[in-house]
Nanobody
Framework: QVQLVESGGGLVQPGGSLRLSCAASGSFFSIYAMGWYRQTPGKQRELVATITSSGSTNYTDSVKGRFTISRDNAKNTVYLQIDSLKPEDTAVYYC???????????????WGQGTQVTVSS
């Protein structure tokens, strides 16, 4: 059983910062790409940032220069540093990872449970 467990969300004032974490646990061979997505009520889940196993990153335009994705392969953890937060960043943030699991030796797409980020004064 593979799980992604997120932490770090909360309520923050505009201009503030948060650091989200997502740790993978369970029985697996390896983790390939990891990423963060976000979703607001009534809208589709959207890509925020991704990072490959070698560290190459990709960001959606609206967060470039404010968000930083990183990962610690030894800890099977991906992070999202969020700076200069805006009210429009308010959303549930979901972690995603492509993981090769031991039982099937196939790559599966896994999601975390989501963590709420609210930006408000």
């Amino acid at each position: 059983q593979v799980q992604l467990v997120e932490s770090g969300g909360g309520l923050v004032q505009p201009g503030g910062s948060l650091r989200l974490s997502c740790a993978a646990s369970g029985s697996f061979f390896s983790i390939y790409a990891m990423g963060w997505y976000r979703q607001t009520p009534g809208k589709q889940r959207e890509l925020v940032a991704t990072i490959t196993s070698s560290g190459s990153t990709n960001y959606t335009d609206s967060v470039k220069g404010r968000f930083t994705i990183s990962r610690d392969n030894a800890k099977n953890t991906v992070y999202l540093q969020i700076d200069s937060l805006k009210p429009e960043d308010t959303a549930v943030y979901y972690c995603n990872a492509q993981i090769v699991i031991i039982t099937t030796k196939l790559m599966n797409n896994f999601w975390g449970q989501g963590t709420q980020v609210t930006v408000s004064s």
